[in-house]
């Protein structure tokens, strides 16, 4: 049996040889992040592959984010671990749904979440992230917006904002499976806890919240936080990069059992898998991407 060291070792070998660069999501799993060259949300990692020299990515996360990477650095080769790593929220829209919504409520735009598929992205007017959903609505100062795929980000904008925010039905089951009840259990066994949570919870529960920070947000803010326990309420995937970046802090699931099962599909073995086999590459097609870009493009001039 290969040992952990040893897989590690030719991970770096091949990276070296291969001129990769290794992104791993904040969800991923605590090895997988140590192995990587950058961790972070999957915005802020497509963008940093693009700037970049290295030539081949590989994107420890998503499907949606692999696309995403791919769209933004498209001269470069971009590999998946795991082909079947996707995300339910993304699978929620299709491009062809959005397309006859939009004709039910014309003329009105279309902000569309990152955790959207390519094609999703290419029928929307721009797109934001869950740091920024508030700002870019908000730019577009039109009165009506139509915004896909995440009803429980939609409603946070929304309470924030004059805009009106209609929602597609859409969630993630891993942020909408927190309730109030574990928010109440977990108060009462960390009374001085601080807490925070991402905004695709629901409403209930960001109410109870301290704070409303994406995982970026809540990266920042770990390494300024003053307080002693804080109850994070996102994937349990963060707290291992929380935890190293400030020791000093008890970092708490709000709920232990907050599992991302495709952010865990991928292991050692199939980042080395796909060095080594130059697997699973993402495409995509041209003209797609061409408007997806102009999407994610907008957003980031704001």
């Known amino acids: 049996m290969v040992s952990k060291e040893e897989i590690i070792a030719r991970i770096k070998k091949l990276k070296a040889e291969m001129k990769a660069v290794i992104l791993a999501h904040n969800y991923q799993i605590g090895e997988v992040q140590d192995v990587a060259d950058f961790v972070g949300d999957s915005l802020e990692l497509s963008q940093q592959a693009a700037n970049l020299p290295e030539e081949v990515i590989v994107f420890c996360g998503v499907h949606f984010m692999a696309e995403t990477a791919k769209m933004l650095s498209p001269e470069k080769t971009v590999l998946l671990p795991e082909i079947n790593a ?45 740091a920024n959903a508030l700002r870019i609505v908000e730019s577009l100062s039109e009165e009506v917006v139509l915004f896909v795929p995440d009803k429980n980000l939609a409603n946070y904008v929304a309470s924030h904002s004059s805009t009106q925010v209609i929602p597609w039905d859409g969630y993630c089951y891993v942020h909408n499976n927190m309730r109030l009840e574990h928010v109440a259990k977990k108060k009462k066994e960390y009374p001085q806890a601080e807490i925070w949570v991402h905004p ?80 699973y590459q993402i495409e995509i097609d041209p003209s797609i991407r061409e408007k997806a870009v102009a999407a994610i493009q907008k957003m980031i001039s704001i």
Not at 97 to 108: D, F, Q, S
Not at 223 to 233: D, K, L, P, R
Request: glycine residues 4%; hydrophobic residues 40%.
């Open 86 to 130: 996707g995300c339910p929220m993304a699978d929620m829209i299709t491009a062809e749904e959005l397309i006859a919504w939009k004709a039910t409520h014309p003329g009105k735009k279309v902000v569309c979440y990152v955790n959207t598929s390519a094609e999703v992205k290419a029928e929307s007017d721009i797109c934001c992230t869950s």
């Open 200 to 279: 695709e919870c629901r409403p209930e529960v960001i109410e109870q919240a301290d704070k409303v920070f994406s995982t970026g947000q809540m990266v920042k803010e770990a390494s300024q936080t003053t307080v002693s326990q804080v109850i994070v309420g996102t994937e349990i995937g963060i707290i291992h990069r929380l935890q190293k970046i400030n020791p000093q802090v008890e970092f708490i699931p709000l709920k232990e059992t907050a599992v991302c099962s495709n952010m865990k599909k991928i292991d050692l073995m199939s980042v080395l898998k796909a060095l080594e086999l130059k697997r």
